[in-house]
């Protein structure tokens, strides 16, 4: 591992028009009528990227949709290539003879709006000036990630996804499909998620937040005219930074980094205050690694969708908008989420329950924290190829 | 709670000669010899500050050294006043009948080596040019803290403390005594400390650290002659909101503020990036208080302490260096602690019990998380002043 410079970064990590597209393919909609999201805004010319795996068949039954989290994309497999940077998230899952078996399924996974991986998000061109929209960005909620990807619906042709999967915010988004579709989805599988951000998530998403905007390279959100390397990296960084050590776990954390340092040479007579440790160079690394992929506005978005992440916002109680599912669903928990700890999917799981719906948990019995989902595969594999070979009524 | 104004904020909330003393006493040393350093670097005319309650016996046997944690600072006890911004951080555990009894014990507690409150840190003026140390300050380590407080021994004329107490930096510096000075303590209390800083210890003191750097009113440190309202106050208000969170619980934020909205007004119709749920409001408070009686360049260096911390180093393993402590110690852990998580304390008893010293342990049941050695003084005093009691070889 050495360290990324860091004078070559880029002002932004977003795709942009005009970048090599890799696997998206791009859907747009709302030319004509505008979409106004939750938060009483409106976009017009909405473009959600999206990738494909496996084929559609006859009856469009067989449909899988992939719901990413914060900092991923469509890219939920495949390698890395000119248009995508990092290798597919959940490469190890998605394939021929995989857990979510390419050969059987049509697998479809959206980068969400506000994103900066090809659909609409504060990177992408305002339509009326062509310029990046930037601070003009609306405030977007999962919700409003979830309506836009509705519309690509018709225009692949299915009526309704066998299960929507999703860890982490992409969890929060199959909540959020189950509960504004219920005819649209037949079966749902949130991971590692909650019902309702906690005040201890939002504290975390927040600190984040204030680090990118205390970076002056972020002016606002208005920064995409900067000189190259001259893009609020820094503050995004130190976000990336806090969220990952959330993601990970304290036994991980010893079990890998443990004391050693990382500037092993200048330690030697001397302590000075920016000497490293090992783990503050993964950090560090960590951090850097995301800047080339990904914008610091979009980052503050989507955090900002998941602390106002509310199953019940608007629909009375939790569990009348729990109600609102009638399809089975597997919440899948994590021992060692520190994050989003397993209680949060035992209670989706007792709250399905209590409404009559068919419901399960299944726990995956990990050291690496909420990371686990993106980590430990050969765990999920399991619960996950067994939900989808669920007899179906017909 | 009403936020308070930023524009008033002080440049550092260092306490400097020429400010009220309150109820601090000053001992200078090293004025013709100069103070080494564990880093390699060294200190002139280094000055303790302290405060004392209760009186010391005819036979200096009744004496109780209290240390103090990260922002902690001699004012373990007594009132607010013109010389001290914040009431005694121990308060309801130190004093007249309570649990370490004034009217039995000499009570001692210094300012650390690096501090802003009356003792030599890097506000202070350097005693070359009067100039503050700023950026000259060097790295210190528990270890220089502990051997600086040692130094006031003599001055008080007092041979051995019968207990050495602290928690969290406290606790490490108790460790450290215990090591450092066997025949000078006759018992140890560390409270939710630990024998090494971890991995994700130092992540999080790091991640406070960076955000420190990123504000650009640092000034790589010498930031001191600045205009009012002009200080680095943002960056260390961001490094103590990472901190507050590890320092309390999941639950107790979840009790506390739920998903209340701090600016409901705002809140109505429309979303916003910068609108606060209550979480993110008392976040930004703690950190506002605390940049008022704090210096940025003091909780750099205090948290560089920590992540240095680490008793077994030059001293061969953990076990050698714990067995060097042979007088009794009591350590308490606090069963919802996510930062010196509880198993921390339970490895101080079992290491001091392998190696034969007398040892006991101590979990305090509380939600509080880390801080709840601040807030349970119902459940510590009783194990403190059971542990005071205890009989000594006469």
Redesign the interface.
């Known amino acids: 591992m050495t360290d990324p410079p860091t004078d070559a970064l880029p002002v932004t990590g977003a795709w942009l028009p005009g970048d090599p597209p890799g696997r998206r393919r791009f859907f747009t909609f709302a030319s004509d009528r505008r979409f106004a999201v939750?938060?009483?805004?409106t976009l017009s010319d909405v473009t959600i990227a999206y990738e494909t795996w496996g084929e559609l068949d006859e009856t469009a039954s067989n449909a899988i949709l992939i719901c990413h989290a914060w900092t991923g994309d469509s890219h939920a497999a495949g390698r890395a290539d000119r248009g995508h940077l990092a290798p597919g998230w959940w490469d190890g899952m998605i394939g021929p003879g995989l857990a979510i078996d390419t050969n059987r399924w049509f697998v479809v996974c959206c980068n969400v709006l506000g994103g900066c991986q090809g659909s609409t998000g504060p990177a992408s061109p305002h339509p009326v000036d062509g310029k990046p929209y930037g601070s003009r960005f609306?405030?977007v909620?999962i919700r409003d990630m979830v309506r836009a990807q509705a519309r690509l619906m018709p225009h692949l042709g299915i009526d309704s996804w066998h299960t929507v999967i999703g860890g982490s915010m992409g969890g929060m988004q199959v909540l959020e499909w189950g509960i504004t579709y219920p005819r649209r989805v037949r079966g749902i599988m949130p991971i590692a998620a909650c019902m309702?951000?906690?005040?201890?998530q939002?504290?975390?998403g927040?600190?984040g937040?204030?680090?990118i905007?205390?970076?002056?390279r972020w002016r606002g959100g208005d920064y995409y005219d900067a000189d190259p390397g001259d893009g609020p990296w820094?503050?995004l960084?130190?976000a990336r930074?806090?969220a990952q050590?959330t993601f990970r776990?304290?036994n991980v954390?010893?079990d890998?980094?443990?004391?050693e340092l990382a500037d092993r040479s200048s330690f030697g007579?001397?302590?000075?205050?920016?000497q490293?440790?090992?783990?503050?160079r993964y950090?560090e690394y960590h951090g850097i690694k995301l800047v080339r992929r990904f914008d610091a506005n979009s980052y503050?978005?989507i955090g900002?969708a998941m602390?106002?992440h509310?199953v019940a916002r608007n629909r009375g109680s939790l569990t009348a908008a729990m109600r609102r599912i009638t399809v089975p669903s597997l919440a899948i928990g994590i021992s060692s989420d520190?994050l989003y700890?397993s209680y949060q999917q035992r209670q989706i799981d007792e709250i399905l329950t209590h409404v009559g719906t068919p419901s399960h948990y299944h726990e995956i019995d990990s050291p690496h924290g909420h990371d686990a989902f993106l980590i430990n595969l050969d765990q999920l594999a399991e619960p996950i190829a067994a939900f989808l070979d669920r007899a179906e009524p017909s």
Do not use: C, H, N
């Open positions: 939750e938060g009483g805004r609306p405030v909620t309702q951000a906690t005040a201890q939002i504290a975390w927040a600190i937040r204030r680090a905007r205390l970076d002056p820094e503050g960084e130190i930074q806090v050590v776990s304290d954390f010893t890998r980094f443990g004391r007579d001397t302590y000075e205050l920016w490293r440790f090992e783990v503050e950090l503050l978005l900002k602390d106002l509310d520190m700890p």
